[in-house]
């Protein structure tokens, strides 16, 4: 499990990197968030608030929720890491801004 928590870190990093360089948006709060307390605890956080994140928001209105916390916690790789609540919620919020995951 601790290899899989250290390869879904790599990948909330990606999410940083994808959204800087393919959407010219830096959400530097998500990066600092996932500095401070690990990507998985991270993701964790950001599918618990009760409303979608600010960078959740951009990623919307740039047509790139394929890129967001919520669309990664659905890949399947990934799914022993969330509870089932948990990966409700991140479905829930990506269809509720008309975003379906492959």
């Given at each position: 499990m601790e290899e899989l928590e250290r390869v879904?870190?790599?990948?909330?990093?990606?999410?940083f990197e994808r959204a800087r360089d393919e959407c010219n948006f830096k959400?530097?709060?998500?990066?600092?968030?996932?500095t401070?307390?690990?990507g998985l605890e991270a993701a964790k956080r950001l599918i618990a608030?009760?409303?979608?994140s600010d960078g959740f928001t951009k990623l919307w209105e740039l047509k790139r929720l394929d890129i967001s916390v919520e669309a990664v916690v659905l890949s399947p790789e990934f799914s022993v890491l969330f509870t089932d609540e948990e990966k409700n919620q991140?479905?829930?919020r990506l269809k509720s801004y008309g975003y379906t995951p492959a």
């Amino acid at each position: 499990m601790e290899e899989l928590e250290r390869v879904f870190h790599k990948a909330m990093i990606n999410v940083f990197e994808r959204a800087r360089d393919e959407c010219n948006f830096k959400p530097t709060y998500f990066l600092k968030m996932v500095t401070e307390h690990g990507g998985l605890e991270a993701a964790k956080r950001l599918i618990a608030s009760s409303k979608p994140s600010d960078g959740f928001t951009k990623l919307w209105e740039l047509k790139r929720l394929d890129i967001s916390v919520e669309a990664v916690v659905l890949s399947p790789e990934f799914s022993v890491l969330f509870t089932d609540e948990e990966k409700n919620q991140a479905r829930i919020r990506l269809k509720s801004y008309g975003y379906t995951p492959a």
